[in-house]
Each structure stands twice: as C-alpha cells, then as structure tokens.
C-alpha cells in the first residue's frame, strides 16, 4: 500500500517548468509498486497551456479544480471539474487553463511511458 | 476521445446497491476504447461500508470528497480529499465512510477485472 496526499508531495518530484505554466507531481509510480499504471497530477497557472502531445499510449483524465479547454485532433472542448475523459492512443491532445483559478486534473498512464526526467525520491516509504 | 461527468452518467450506469450505502458510476470502461484500465467512481453514504475484498490486481484510488477509513490488512487510514492510494494486489481493503457528508473516490483497475453486473447502456456516444 502506498499513499500520500497532494500537499504532500515532496519538492523533488515537483516539474515545475514541464511547459508554459504547468506543473506536475508524480503520485502513483512504479517504483512505489504500481505494475501497471501511473497516476500523475498536473496543474495549470492563470495562461498556462501545455504543448500539442500525439503518442501511442492513452491518457485518462479526472478534472479536480478550475476551468480549462481540451483541443482534441481539432476539435475544442470545455472542461470543468467531475469530467472523466479518455484521450485514446495517437489522438493529438492539448489542454489550456481558462478562467481565474489554476486548472489542475489527475491523468493516469500506462507505466513507463513518460517518465524520463523523473527520479523517485531515495526517502519515499511505504505505509501499511 | 470519451468525454462525461460524474454528474451526467446515465441511471443505467449506476449500480445503487452493490453494497450497504455504496454506489459506483462507470465512468471510463472498455467499451468506450480504453485498452487498458477503467475509471469508476464510487460514493459511500452515511454509515457506508464496502466489503472486504482481496484480489489479484491493483487499485488505484483518489479521494474527491468527505472523509473515510480505509482498513488495508489490519492497519488503518484516514482519507480525506486529494489523497492518493495504491493497493497493491493480495491486499486485503475495505472503505468506511466517516462523519457527515458523502465520501467520494475514483478507483481505477485494469481493464476486464469487475464488471461482472455492469451493462453499457446502448445510447453511449462518443465525442470527437
């Protein structure tokens, strides 16, 4: 078992420059026992934009807080909190906060697949 | 791309009794192109307990709304909102809700482990 709230995540996991005002944390790894998926959260300041992603994996997408636009193959869409959205593999995909409030939303991937300027921190301990 | 929120996912998508002051919505499943793992929320009501389960795959659970216990083999955690879970598989678990309001979570699994009720209405339709 493994668990650790938002505010908790340590400095170190922290992106805070992964792209125009957005960062992310990293709060289910595969190094905290996950074998198959990885839960992340990303957060977008006022203007904050991420860059257009095309892959071969999926995302899916839990809207926690504020507002945003989701630009899918070319097609715009709002998105608010309680949204659920699967962005299904090689679908081109950017998100844009809106409003006043930072846009933050949970995206779980499958493991291993965007990971490459990540290092778990040595002090991260299990509960349970 | 599949869009929906929790607050739109049709009657026939939630199962009101799967256990004592329990229900869950589906809200990202197979049928809508997920390859690989499945978003479902679940909602406990006041005095709401899930069963113990004990299984071959993982969970991974984020905390939206009120407060609960969660027993993970014989420990016990309090859970409040923005809180990340892993439950790594052969762990037995089980959730209570606590206090007043409703406690809310996503849980993702993957694809094909726990759908053995669940039907996808036939009116589904996807955006994008």
Sequence with gaps: ????????????????VYMRGVSIKYLIVEEFGAPNFEMRYFELQKGGKTSIDQHNYE???FVLRGK??????????????????LIESNESHQFYQI????????????????RSKY????NYKKEG
């Design 99 to 114: 409003g006043e409030d930072p846009f933050g939303f949970i995206c779980i991937v499958p493991n291993g697949v965007s």
């Design 59 to 61: 995302h899916e997408v």
């Design 68 to 85: 945003g636009k989701m630009v899918v193959k070319d097609k715009e869409f709002l998105l608010r909190p309680n949204d659920a959205i």
């Design 119 to 122: 290092k778990v921190p040595l």
């Design 1 to 16: 078992m493994h668990k650790i709230n938002i505010d908790e995540v340590p400095e170190e996991s922290i992106n805070r």
